[in-house]
């Protein structure tokens, strides 16, 4: 829905979640985009999800991938809005039909962090006392912890990021500590709430944790050139990598799959894992991919996904297969 004013600006509408976490990350683009186009207006349309409704259950259990997107994609297929900024964790790797992703922005840090409740200043997930309740809504996080302090215990914990912190500092709640995404809490200004960032060894992170993902309708030139602008080449290369190897073993947020990639002198690695949900089986593999002389974006990005996919169809054979096929019948 482009507008024109009365002083013939061109405005543009952004769709938006209306959580504090998703309303930092639009203005962060729109801020972006004004100063790159002083000429054009950029307006925020904000709306609740699934996901954003439905807070009294697991996201594993409610059953649809598109759990914090698919209301911004009808306003986006309807015309209400032209584009959407989404955490591009929540973006399904199989757009719907007319979508097109048309920018991923730089990331920041993609790992996952723990905040703990005061009484437990200054510990770490290894020095917590034993029985200490970690929240974390996230399978991926549970299965991989599991495994590595068995002497904790790791329960759901929903709603945004300042109810989520809320429910952390109640002095009569169950909660030691909760885990959440760095990205996450060092846009909504609450860095210094992180007691520990968690390494690679403790917990890979989400396919595309801590970059954005706009998305807009396909084949609608202007917009798309007008994103082209956000684009950050390295992150989209490893991002694109990460989304084929999700895409690839077809796992949402209710499947434990757990990434890593890092891009250096032209080559590509990643680090893939998938977890049974107790954290006793997991398959993990790690492989690299050149860019030689592949100078063209398209290119590079072909090669990147060629990763991922070889990532996962790996894992499959080392038994990752019956991992996910024991997943899906709990469904």
């Not at 009294?56 to 698919?70: D, P």
Request: glycine letters at 8%.
């Amino acid at each position: 829905m482009v507008e024109t004013t009365t002083t013939e600006k061109k405005t543009f509408v952004i769709g938006s979640r209306k959580s504090q976490l998703a309303v930092v990350q639009t203005h962060i683009v729109r801020d972006k985009l004004q100063s790159l186009f002083p000429n054009y207006e950029f307006k925020i349309e904000t709306m609740s999800t699934i996901g954003d409704k439905i807070l009294n259950q697991a996201l594993s259990k409610i059953g649809e991938k598109a759990v914090f997107t698919k209301e911004l994609e009808i306003a986006l297929e309807n015309g209400t809005v032209d584009f959407v900024v989404h955490s591009l964790k929540d973006l399904p790797t199989v757009l719907p039909d007319g979508m097109h992703l048309g920018a991923i922005t730089e990331r920041e840090n993609p790992n996952d962090a723990l905040v703990l409740n005061a009484k437990h200043k200054g510990k770490t997930l290894s020095t917590l006392p034993p029985g200490s309740v970690i929240g974390t809504s996230s399978l991926r996080r549970v299965a991989q912890l599991k495994r590595r302090y068995p002497h904790l215990s790791f329960t759901d914990v929903r709603g945004n990021l300042n109810t989520r912190l809320a429910k952390l500092d109640d002095e009569e709640g169950p909660y030691s500590g909760i885990i959440l995404a760095v990205a996450g809490l060092v846009r909504i200004g609450q860095g210094d709430r992180i007691s520990e960032i968690l390494s690679a060894s403790d917990s890979l992170h989400a396919v595309s944790q801590g970059a954005l993902g706009i998305e807009c309708r396909e084949g609608d030139k202007e917009i798309e050139e007008l994103l082209d602008s956000l684009n950050h080449d390295d992150t989209r290369l490893s991002c694109l990598a990460e989304r084929a190897l999700m895409r690839t073993l077809e796992g949402g947020c209710s499947v434990p799959i757990g990434v890593n990639t890092r891009l250096e002198n032209n080559t590509l690695w990643m680090h893939g894992l998938v977890a049974s949900l107790d954290g006793q089986n997991v398959v993990e593999y790690k492989d690299q991919i050149d860019f030689g002389d592949a100078k063209k974006r398209d290119e590079r990005e072909r090669l990147a996904e060629q990763l991922g996919v070889q990532v996962a169809k790996t894992l499959c054979t080392l038994g990752a297969d019956k991992i996910l096929e024991e997943l899906a019948h709990r469904h």
